[in-house]
């Protein structure tokens, strides 16, 4: 293996060699001509050879120089083509981003920063892959994960990357027209509730109410069930139930008259949805392009 001090002092050489001049050559690296000497005369004693013919208005060099000049000139330019290469490796994002999501994480979150990501890295590879039960990133072999905050593990580093949500209970105005609409949380045991399962844990959700800082959970019953809110939202709508969903995916639902909200006053807001990721240590720099993008359009906290 060439040491490092012996790699410089054969590319003091090449230079030399290169310019035909110490004074040139100097200038051109950087140093003072008499330490541009030392470092020749330092060579040619290590190798035991002269490699410049040196006059007092030329240099030149010899035979063995010329020779060892035809070797080390490709591999100089070689090792500089390698690490621009490098340089601009490093300055230009690249790579495969590999994130799991939920569909509601990846709507809220990730959508609406991909086309500005794509636009600004387009030699990155952004992969979702839609999951809804809690991954091991680390064994799974994604970079990051995006769940609600009170699902992420602690030893998770973890960045706020969604607004806070709150749930919404909703029913069509036809369903309404066939069945009183329930007053408190206790009253939906009574109606046709859409279900909705969660798949990773083999179970049906409860739905989750709270008010004056008292929780509660009902588990209701009902014809239908399913584990994608947008299936809930359209049954909903046909008058077929009453689904749990999260407020904003009911958002244009409501705003249009095809379903109504029920028990607002039980529905409190909680922490939205977190990006994280193993370690501060081990972060891509596709994975930092992105955490800055969000951080850009961190939401509000409220």
Same mark, same amino acid.
């Given at each position: ?13 090449? *230079?030399?060699? =290169? ?15 008499? %330490? ?45 083509? $390698?690490?621009?290469?490098? +340089? ?9 981003? =590999? ?32 999951? #809804? ?15 609600? +905050? ?10 706020? @990357?969604?607004?806070?949500?709150? %749930? ?9 027209? $066939? ?9 939906? *045991?009574? !109606? ?6 969660? @798949?990773?844990?083999? *179970? ?11 929780? &509660?959970?009902?588990? @209701? ?10 299936? %809930? &939202? !359209?049954?909903?709508?046909?008058? &077929?139930?009453?689904? #749990?969903?999260?407020? !904003? ?17 039980? %529905? ?5 949805? #977190? ?11 596709? &994975?930092?392009?992105?955490? *800055? ?10």
């Amino acid at each position: 293996m060439i040491a490092r001090g012996n790699l410089d002092d054969l590319a003091a050489f090449a *230079t030399v060699a =290169r310019t035909r001049s110490f004074t040139r050559a100097a200038a051109e690296l950087g140093v003072s001509n008499s %330490m541009l000497s030392y470092t020749i005369k330092r060579l040619e004693q290590r190798l035991g050879i002269v490699l410049l013919g040196r006059t007092s208005r030329s240099v030149a060099p010899t035979e063995a120089g010329e020779k060892l000049l035809l070797t080390l000139e490709p591999a100089l330019q070689a090792i500089d083509a $390698r690490l621009g290469e490098l +340089g601009r490796a490093r300055d230009q994002i690249s790579g495969t981003l =590999r994130i799991t999501a939920t569909r509601q994480a990846y709507e809220a979150v990730i959508r609406p920063v991909l086309d500005t990501f794509c636009k600004v890295y387009p030699e990155a590879v952004v992969e979702v892959v839609i999951d #809804y039960g809690f991954r091991n990133i680390v064994a799974d072999g994604f970079d990051a994960g995006i769940r609600l +905050g009170e699902k992420v593990q602690k030893d998770m580093v973890a960045l706020r @990357v969604g607004p806070t949500l709150r %749930m919404a209970v909703v029913a069509s105005p036809a369903y309404l027209a $066939r069945y009183p609409a329930p007053r408190t949380p206790q009253d939906l *045991t009574t !109606h046709r509730c859409i279900n909705y399962r969660m @798949v990773s844990a083999d *179970t049906v959700y409860a739905w989750e109410f709270e008010r004056d800082g008292q929780p &509660l959970k009902i588990a @209701v019953s009902g014809p239908l069930t399913f584990n994608e809110p947008d299936l %809930m &939202l !359209h049954a909903a709508a046909d008058g &077929l139930g009453i689904a #749990y969903v999260l407020e !904003h995916e009911a958002k244009d639902w409501l705003a249009s008259g095809r379903l109504v909200s029920l028990l607002d006053d039980w %529905m409190a807001p909680f922490p939205g949805f #977190y990006l994280y990721y193993a370690s501060r240590k081990q972060v891509s720099p596709v &994975l930092a392009a992105l955490l *800055t993008l969000l951080r850009t359009r961190q939401p509000s906290q409220t």
